[in-house]
């Protein structure tokens, strides 16, 4: 299972994969979804898939590195 930030990272894994994804909508959701997976697949392999908001950070002054903390500190 796949957990991604967004909506189009998700669409992105997803076409590249076949896998099934879920989208979390902020790098901060990212631990709750994970859980709530876990409660509900207890053996299968989750895997956090972040934004590249580089870009975005240039354009708006979000920060990447905050997002990628958030999620880190998901467990």
């Known amino acids: ?6 909506y189009a990272t998700a669409a ?3 076409e590249a994969t076949s896998r099934s994804v ?3 909508f902020n790098a901060c959701n990212m ?3 994970a859980k709530t997976l876990r409660q509900q697949a207890p053996g299968a392999l989750i895997a ?3 934004d590249d908001n580089q870009d975005t950070h ?5 920060n990447h590195r905050a997002a990628l903390r958030c999620a880190a500190d998901s467990g």
């Open 12 to 14: 992105s894994v997803h």
């Open 58 to 62: 240039r354009r708006t002054g979000k």
């Open 22 to 24: 879920a989208v979390a």
């Open 48 to 50: 956090l898939c972040g």
């Open 1 to 6: 299972m796949l957990v991604t930030e967004g």
């Open 31 to 33: 631990k709750a979804v």
